[in-house]
């Protein structure tokens, strides 16, 4: 059975363009956090390359893989032997023509605890995602794991507290949400720290929200591997939040760094039974949610 109280990580890393490299480093840096006594660890979204969607090149679709072939036998692998939770987010090849941007939760046996697939996918200048990534279509889930229940979301999902509701309703503790997100260059000065602090406070408001632990994975670096553009420079922060959205752990913006946190679901239900906000929801009054807009 799973106990009270347990160790999560998030790591913090600058990744480039070769998988088999990002391999190897990722998975020095799991054994690092399970070293450390970290007990479920999240890599950030897309692990394996650099953010290839600052532009629309379908020679990006050869560093998709199928499910249950490189990324995760070694995870897999990995896993079992330290006796941790990965949360592995990979670039999914489905079949041909038809990709996902998804996640592995592999269990500390090795076996698969669930699977996500990224619900909302973005489009923006240079996080081209639509051009790659086919919306999921498998829900919102909490996966058991023998350490703790697991909720993961990926990135674009972070600003949408509709995922972070249905994820926690279906008894997820923590909502990790490996992430790639940074800034323009050329906008940094002006929009920069209003950019960065509303991804940090939308994801605090979601643990607020739900009584639950937040952590985001994020990666670092400036990725400008395209000619002629100023790329994107990964502005780091990893945080995890506890379940009234204080900040347990936060990471700087340029180092690769391990995050951990303590999860004391003791401390969230008595955070629940103060501030019952899931106890006073009026699902009766929840009907129009469900409609793009309310004319």
């Avoid at 913090?12 to 070769?18: F, P, V």
């Avoid at 698969?112 to 619900?119: D, F, P």
């Avoid at 991804?199 to 952590?215: F, I, P």
Wanted: glycine share 8%.
């Amino acid at each position: 059975m799973p106990k009270n109280t347990y160790k999560i990580a998030v790591v913090q890393l600058n990744l480039n363009n070769t998988p088999e490299n990002n391999l190897k480093k990722c998975i020095q840096w799991v054994k690092d956090a399970a070293k450390q006594g970290a007990e479920v660890i999240s890599l950030p979204e897309l692990y394996s390359s650099h953010y290839f969607c600052q532009s629309e090149d379908v020679s990006n679709f050869e560093l998709a893989e199928p499910l249950y072939s490189t990324s995760f036998n070694a995870f897999s692998a990995l896993a079992k032997e330290l006796g941790v939770v990965i949360i592995v987010p990979f670039f999914e090849k489905r079949m041909a023509g038809v990709y996902h941007n998804s996640a592995y939760i592999i269990d500390t046996d090795g076996s698969e605890a669930g699977l996500y697939r990224k619900m909302h996918i973005p489009d923006d200048p240079h996080f081209y995602e639509k051009f790659y990534f086919t919306p999921g279509d498998i829900g919102f889930k909490s996966f058991p794991t023998k350490k703790g229940n697991i909720g993961t979301l990926i990135c674009w999902d972070q600003w949408y507290p509709e995922a972070a509701r249905l994820t926690a309703l279906q008894g997820a503790e923590v909502l990790f949400y490996p992430t790639a997100i940074g800034w323009h260059p050329q906008e940094k000065a002006e929009f920069g720290e209003n950019q960065q602090g509303a991804w940090m406070n939308v994801m605090r408001g979601h643990a607020v929200a739900n009584g639950v632990y937040v952590a985001a994975a994020n990666r670092i670096g400036l990725e400008q591997y395209l000619p002629d553009t100023n790329g994107i420079e990964f502005w780091g922060s990893s945080f995890i939040a506890g379940p009234q959205g204080e900040i347990l752990a936060q990471a700087s913006v340029d180092q690769e760094e391990i995050l951990m946190a303590e999860v004391d679901l003791s401390l969230q239900e008595n955070v629940r039974q103060n501030w019952p906000f899931l106890r006073d929801r009026r699902i009766d009054k929840y009907g129009d949610i469900t409609k793009r807009v309310i004319d």
